[in-house]
Every structure is written in structure tokens, then in C-alpha cells.
């Protein structure tokens, strides 16, 4: 069976196939000419990431394809229905890169209670001149340890924030319209381990206790958080997401730093990818990074080699 990873896969992904006797090709093909390349070599599984389309066209106009493969969580760009109605199997990756953006958000919000944001915009500029000032500016940081963190979305990604949460002393209250209870095991690099229970509770409550929110909840019809929320939440409050743009209203949050009731927030995903509002890249009280959540190697392997696993099982090989 012929294999083409049209985004890449990692190399252990591709070893796996290739040892059980797939051929395997890497290579960029654009998506115009991606329909003729996969006649032409009579690909079998299409592999992508979230740059390939996998639109209807596609799946009618090439009869040697067997199964599409996803690496990473969101399957938008694939007609999913419609390609499994027509036989094809359809999978991603959904648990491959949890653990890999729990570990964002708490980069951003260990930099958030710090402001190293906003010291990172500075410090090339003036650290030199102005070092005294500075260091008086940056000096009212706080820590997570004993601070209440609420999770929106309770899920996989969700529960590995919880995981490292309450790993460094926070209390976690999360939110979840189909969980109402997760326990969740911590695990030490000895082997050791605790489970601890979390009832959730809605997100109305969440709002009001929360020193920091993390949102980890799919795509949504209209935010979970607005302004009305914003409204209800501690004065001071951090605001992070990784989740989907348009969870959280990017404008109801510019007003709310504005008029300094959130302090700092965080965003991974935008509203308008890939050309987010110019207004949230210049505010300063924002920690910013263009969509990494799932981008560590560690992800990109166990994301390769969950691929290959699916494709050998599906082969039945
Ligand atoms: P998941 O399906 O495991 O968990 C999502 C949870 O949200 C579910 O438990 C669901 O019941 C809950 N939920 C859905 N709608 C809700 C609502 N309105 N209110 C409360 N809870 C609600 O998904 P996951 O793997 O944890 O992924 C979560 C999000 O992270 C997704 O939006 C995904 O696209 C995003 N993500 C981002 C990156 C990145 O690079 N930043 C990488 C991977 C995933």
C-alpha cells in the first residue's frame, strides 16, 4: 500500500510503516496538482495536517484512496462524513498533543503572573538605559501556587492543565457541558501516583472564582466568554486561550484590559487566522503565539506513530 504524507510524519511514524511493508512518500504536493499526484501513484492513505484539504472533489475524483489520516485534533479541513460514506476510513490523532498544550498554557501563565509579556517587549528596548525602572515596574509579580484556576472544557486537554495545576499547588475548578466529574491521577517521574476527583460546576460559577480561566472547549457557535462574563470575574483576573478562536470575544477582551479589569491574557488562536486583529498583537498586556499548542517534537512523534498504528490496524496487517 502507498502512503503519502502530504504535511510530513514524524520519522518514527514513518519507520513503523515502512517496516510493516508500506511505501511511504514525504513531499509537499500542492493542493491543485494533489489530485492527479495521488492518481498517478495510486496512493492509498492520504496523510495531512491542518494545511491539506480533503474536500468532496478530491475524495470522488480518486478511487485509490482507502483511508485519510489526520495528524493533530480538528478534522475541518476533511469532508469526514462524506468521505466515510463513501467506504473511506477517516481518523486523527485526538490525544497525541494534549500534554503538549497544557504545557503552553502554563508557559503563558507562568509569564503572565510575572508580566514577562510585557518585559520581553522592553527590555531590548530600554533594559540597558532604564534597568532601575524596569525592575521596579516588573516587581509586583505573583505566584500560581494557592490560586484558583478555572478550566472551561474538561476533556483531554483540559485534564492535563488540571494535571499540572495541581501539581504546583493550584486549586482547579472546571467547567463542562457533558463531564461532571473527572478524577484526575497524577503521575511522578517514580512511579507514584494520586487520584483526585473534580466535580465540575457551570461556567457562571467557574467566572466568579477563578483567578485565572483557560479555555479548552471545541469550536463554538458564539463565545463562552463575552463581555457579561468578563463582567462577573475577579477584578485582575488572566485569561488564556489555546482552544479555537472565537471562544473567547477578542473585542469584549481588548475593553476589559482596557479598563483593567482582566490584567493579562494569553492567546495561541485567533479569530482571523492566520491574520489576527492588529490590535491583539500590539496590546501589551497580551502573551502571544501563532497557534503552537500541538508543536512540540514529542507531540509531532506520538503523533506520527499513532497514524502508522491506525493505518497498520486498518490495513489489518
Ligand atoms: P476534548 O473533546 O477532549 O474536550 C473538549 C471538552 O469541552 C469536552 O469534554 C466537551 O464536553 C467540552 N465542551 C464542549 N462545549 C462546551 C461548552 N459549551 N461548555 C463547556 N464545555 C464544553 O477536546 P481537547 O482535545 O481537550 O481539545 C480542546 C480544544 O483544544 C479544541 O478546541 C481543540 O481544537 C483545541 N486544540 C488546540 C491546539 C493548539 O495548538 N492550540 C492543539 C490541539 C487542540
Redesign the pocket.
Known sequence: MKVLANDGISKSGEKKLTDAGFEVIIKKVSQEQLKDFINKNHINVLLVRSATKVRKDLIDNCPSLKMIGRG???MDNIDVEYAREKGLKVFNT??A??S??AE?VFAHLFGGVRQLYHSNRNMPLEGESRFKELKKSYAGGTELRGKTLGI?????????VAKIALGIGMKVIA?????GEAEIALEFYNHQSIKIPIKTEP?SELIKHADYIS??????EKP?IGASQIEKMKDGVGIIN???GG?LDENALLEAIEAEKVSFAAL??FENEPSPAIRLLMNESISLSP?????TSEAQERIGVELADRIIEYAGK
Do not use: M
Open positions: 493533530g485534533v480538528g485526538p490525544a498533543s494534549s503538549s498544550v503552553l472551561i472544557g474538561f476533556g483531554r486537554i483540559g485534564r492535563e467547567s463542562d457541558d457533558h463531564v461556567v479555555l479548552h472547549v471545541p469550536a463554538q463562552i489555546t482552544a479555537r471562544v495561541d488562536v497557534h503552537i499548542g500541538a508543536a
